[in-house]
């Protein structure tokens, strides 16, 4: 089902609550234990821990849990688990690497619409407020989520703007989740409002968004398949 270069998501715990994938890439399979690098984000897992894996069987998006066994940061040479079942354990350029077994039967995930899609490798900004050039972390049909260094607490509303393909999508957000990082930044977590007479083009920019990141993923899985 999974062969080395193929492109899949992962998920786990409150990500998976969210819905929120994180996309990787299949290092090597040995048997039943596979190898994976996370291509960004913020996701942390240790060994031990349940995921679900996304990833395209006969032409069908599918899920499936998986077991960690094993797990190799190679930005910081950490590990956590059986490191012997790591297929790659020298992965460079890229997220932690996560050695798993699969467990039970893939099932139909065809609801990908709805989930929320990581865009970190996709270099997509966008404007918070006053502030310009804000990374895009993740996106879905009607929020998403950026850091910035201005200040806001749950339930601002705040204008913001996302940027893709030379268009601009332009409106208000509420904030509903703030997470305080390293030097000063924040990671907010925003839904689009609804605005009257259509002046908002926000949540028809999260959508395109969303759909040309899942798209593009996708045709990688397709193509492996």
Known sequence: MLSKG????????????????????????????????LSGGDLTVSAGATVLVFFDLNRQFTKQSASVVAVHDPRTGCGDGDASQLAAPGAK???????????????????????????????????????????????????????????????????????????????????????ELPGGRFRYGLHCMEERHGESSLRKGCQQISMACQRAQLRRLAANA
């Open 6 to 37: 193929a492109e899949v998501f992962v998920t786990c715990g409150r990500d998976a609550d969210k819905r929120i994938l994180h996309p990787a890439t299949v290092l090597a399979v040995s048997g039943e234990v596979f190898s994976i690098q």
């Open 93 to 179: 350029n890229g997220g932690p690497v996560f050695g798993c077994r699969l467990v039970g039967q893939p099932i139909s995930a065809e609801s990908r619409e709805s989930f929320r899609v990581c865009t970190v490798v996709a270099n997509i900004t966008g404007d918070l407020g006053i502030e310009k050039n804000c990374p895009l972390m993740d996106v879905s049909a009607t929020g998403f989520a950026m850091i910035a260094k201005s200040s806001y607490k749950i339930s601002d509303v705040v204008a913001a703007v996302l940027r893709h393909e030379g268009k601009e999508f332009r409106g208000r957000a509420v904030v509903q989740s703030v997470k």
